[in-house]
Every structure is written in structure tokens, then in C-alpha cells.
Nanobody
Framework: QVQLVESGGGLVQAGGSLTLSCAAS????????MGWFRQASGKERDFTAA????????NDADSVKGRFSISRDNAKKTLYLQMNNLKPEDTAVYYC??????????????????????WGQGTQVTVSS
């Protein structure tokens, strides 16, 4: 079965950095658009970043542009989120997610959580001020 396992979360001071990882198994990783979403306590889940299955295209939420960077290593079946200059408002549970295989890439589709079929359990990121 498909498993997405996030790691790398933790407590960091404002201005600091973290790198999240998502290890995938049970799917042909290189065939899936992958994304990161986050959910702060008491709020809805929000799109954070996505990368196409070929890694040729990516998309970021406006709130993280210039600070977060999504990448993938298809050989290692791993998705990454490099987070720099973290702010207290970045505090949330971060989820890794996968779309169906060979899905057509578009900026709109990549932001739509309903188009992601597989989800990890999440990793907590807490940014102190």
C-alpha cells in the first residue's frame, strides 16, 4: 500500500531553517506530482508547495515564496521542503501528499488538495518568536 512518511519537523526560532523530508513507498514515485500542505491549529489545510512528477515545474504559495523551496529525488523516492527564514505564522502540521500517476500539471491543479489522493501523517513545525 502507499505510504508517505514525513520527518524533519521540530521547534525552531524565528529566522531559522528546517528541511522536511517525505519518504514514499508503494507507488511509482517518479510518476506522481507531489505537494506539501500545512494546517495550523484551528485553521483549514492550506497549499504550501508542489512539484511535477518530472520535477520540471513547481508552484509555491504566496506566503512562502522566496523562503521555501520544494524539491524531489526520484531515485530516493523522497520529497523535500527546504524552509528558510521561518516565521511564527509558519507554525503548523505539514503534510506530504501525492496526486494520481502521470496527472496533467497545472498551477491550479497543483494547489487543489482534492486532487491529491495519498497523504502522510504529518510532521509538526513550531516557530517561536
Amino acid at each position: 500500500q502507499v505510504q508517505l512518511v514525513e520527518s524533519g519537523g521540530g521547534l525552531v526560532q524565528a529566522g531559522g531553517s528546517l528541511t522536511l523530508s517525505c519518504a514514499a513507498s508503494g507507488l511509482t514515485f517518479s510518476a506522481h506530482t507531489m505537494g506539501w500542505f500545512r494546517q495550523a491549529s484551528g485553521k483549514e489545510r492550506d497549499f504550501t508547495a508542489a512539484v511535477s512528477w518530472s520535477a520540471g515545474s513547481s508552484n509555491d504559495a504566496d506566503s512562502v515564496k522566496g523562503r521555501f523551496s520544494i524539491s524531489r529525488d526520484n531515485a530516493k523516492k523522497t520529497l523535500y521542503l527546504q524552509m528558510n527564514n521561518l516565521k511564527p505564522e509558519d507554525t503548523a502540521v505539514y503534510y506530504c501528499a501525492a496526486q494520481g500517476p502521470l496527472s496533467r500539471w497545472s498551477a491550479t491543479n497543483s494547489r487543489d488538495g482534492a486532487r491529491f489522493y495519498y497523504w502522510g501523517q504529518g510532521t509538526q513545525v513550531t516557530v517561536s518568536s
